[in-house]
């Protein structure tokens, strides 16, 4: 009998605990015991995008309400040369609220087709959906390898959690730190589970939405020079879509009471192998200045795409390497130039400890839309409260709010709001 898409994932998500409890004698160490952590998180995600004013059709706004609940857990490491241990992660999405001329959200499943883009015959989104997936790992002096599911955090691949449940891949990664300040990775990611599906698929293309991939391979590596300077040099392959290669430098300095720093990136992507997504050119140069003094701190960034084509990159993945990929919109068309002012204010050393907040402002410009000279912005709100102490000590409440337009998209309003609190369970 065939198995459903769950039972498959859960079926996946064992294997490597089977192998690692078919160790035997290594399992019953000390280490492997006491060094394990395991925490429960829950997530309750209102979602709100009017889209009244936007060139989407069919819908006038996108809203949705569920609540998630995501197990990480970890073991330590057997004795010996060589330790062994796995992680495990568990989540679970229900529903609360949904129609099906509201859906669509990234918060639950059914909105979308397998491919995720137009919707399909039935708009409804599920009750709740479940998905789980385990890793081991070994580790050997200060170098680790991870087989299984993967929450990667490299500057090319960051895994998006930005929605109910956390975005993963099936791979391995390999992180090697045998030589003071250089830290050396590289991988290998097959599939992915996206965060509004149960179940692993191939790999989407963000910005040409019906290629797709079965293997990114990368590796790169990060130099910390001196306390102030840290280097870095990544390249990428997604197997007959792209070639991506990064370069960034990153300077910190402490100016009396104020804290410095600068990042500058370059992000090059070509076609590779069989150009599944045609010929491609991103050349994408950013950066970002902060200045930090006390509570405050600002921020100004500028990116400019010097290519003729949109930057390719892994659907629903965080983009650390482009300074102003924002909430919404990443303002990596074809040619754009955009410039960022961003404000962050920590309330504690205003009496106000557990709440922060940000305003953020991006325009860009410099691109065409129907042959025609384009342009758009983004401006968003986001402010954060933790409770501090009390029986609700630790839960987070977030606000999210966002407000964009431009001639490739129209107008949007979008809302979030998010109550999150996690119990450390071992």
Known sequence: MKR????AGFARAAKPLTLLLGLGPLAAQADLIDDAHGNLTLRNFYYNHDLRDSTKPAQSKLEEWAQGFIFKGGSGYTDGTVGVGVDVYAGLGLKLDSSPSRSGTG???????????PRNADPRSVDNFSEATAALKLKYSKSELKVGG?????PLVT??????????????????????NLDISLGQMRRVNQREFAGSREIQVGNYYSVFSDRFNYLGGTWRINPQWTAGAWGGRLEDVYQQNLYTVTHT???????LSGTLNYLDTGESGAEQAGKLDSRMTSAMLSANLRAQTFRIGYQYNAGDSALPFIHDTD???????VQVLRFDRAQERSWQARYDLDFAPLGVPGLTAF?????????????QDASEWERNLDITYVIQDGPLKNLALRWRNVQLQGDATGRRDENRVILAYTLPLF
Not at 4 to 7: G, I, L, P
Not at 107 to 117: I, K, N, Q, V
Not at 160 to 176: C, K, N, T, V, Y
Not at 360 to 371: I, T
């Open 159 to 180: 895994s998006g959690d930005s929605r109910l449940l956390p975005q993963f891949f099936e791979g391995a990664m390999l992180d090697i730190r045998e030589i003071d």
């Open 4 to 7: 459903s898409s769950h039972e």
């Open 107 to 117: 918060l639950l499943p059914g909105a979308y087709d397998r491919a995720g883009g």
């Open 319 to 325: 983009l650390p390497g482009v300074a102003n990929a």
């Open 253 to 259: 300095q402490k100016t009396g009471e104020w804290n």
């Open 150 to 154: 993967l929450f990667p955090k490299i």
């Open 359 to 371: 305003a953020r402002y991006v325009k860009g410009d410099n691109f065409k839309v129907a042959g």
